[in-house]
């Protein structure tokens, strides 16, 4: 089956500056990643996604780059605030189900 | 509420007990999962329902976890003579399609086993 990677653990950076957090997947067939954002005591919310036909994605200061070659793909933040502080998590799709990375927590200092 | 509502949002329950928590999806959402997730880790898939059906049980770990969907909303899982490992947060999300759409997570409900 699916198994997704994810680095770092943890990513501290200065407000401003940009985080970018990486995630391997095993599965070729994989044709949906997702990205969510996870707040304490909240559950999972989707900030992003790409479909395997699409290399690169934007929006606003979030982007997300695909490279199906190397099966690999990444989420940017830039101009990181206080309120991103979170855990993200990546995602990969075959069919019907979601396999989920082992997340980052991201803090981001004023 | 507009969003997906999951009951008890905490069980404490004994080794050997039996739980029940239940999850309420978005309405009209044809999709709905069931993931658990323990401290540190990203969700871990049990199972998923396209309508009333099971889809794709392949996550659950064993025969003491079980879920309905009967009439095609209301989802509960069921997990008999639970053991101290079983403690987690047990996520729903509902969809409007599966597989490749947005999931809606609810809150949890988190479970400890004592």
């Known amino acids: 089956g699916e198994n997704v990677e994810q680095h770092p653990s943890t990513l501290s950076v200065q407000e401003g500056d940009s985080a970018v957090i990486k995630c391997t997947y095993s599965?070729?067939?994989?044709?949906?990643f997702p990205w969510y954002k996870q707040e304490l005591g909240k559950g999972p919310q989707l900030i992003i996604d790409i479909r395997s036909n699409v290399g690169e994605k934007k929006d606003q200061r979030i982007a997300v780059t695909l490279n199906k070659t190397a099966k690999h793909f990444s989420l940017h933040i830039t101009e990181t605030q206080p309120e991103d502080s979170a855990v993200y998590f990546c995602?990969?799709?075959?069919?019907?189900?979601?396999?989920f990375g082992t997340g980052t927590r991201l803090q981001v200092f004023p | 509420g507009a969003g997906v509502s999951q009951t008890p949002s905490n069980k404490v329950t004994e080794k050997g007990k039996y739980v029940e928590l239940r999850c309420d999806p978005i309405?009209?959402?044809?999709?709905l999962y069931w993931y658990r997730q323990s401290l540190g880790q990203g969700p871990e898939f049990l199972i998923y329902f396209q309508g009333t059906g099971a889809a794709d049980d392949s996550g659950l770990p064993n025969d003491r976890f079980f879920a309905v969907r009967p009439e095609g909303s209301v989802s509960t899982l069921k997990i008999q003579r639970t053991e101290r490992g079983d403690s987690a947060v047990y996520l729903c999300?509902?969809?409007?399609?599966?597989?490749?759409?947005?999931?809606?997570f609810g809150e949890g409900s988190r479970l400890t086993v004592l």
């Open positions: 999300a509902s969809s409007a399609t599966s597989g490749t759409g947005e999931l809606f």
């Open positions: 599965d070729s067939a994989s044709n949906y």
């Open positions: 309405s009209g959402h044809t999709a």
């Open positions: 995602a990969a799709s075959i069919t019907d189900k979601l396999i």
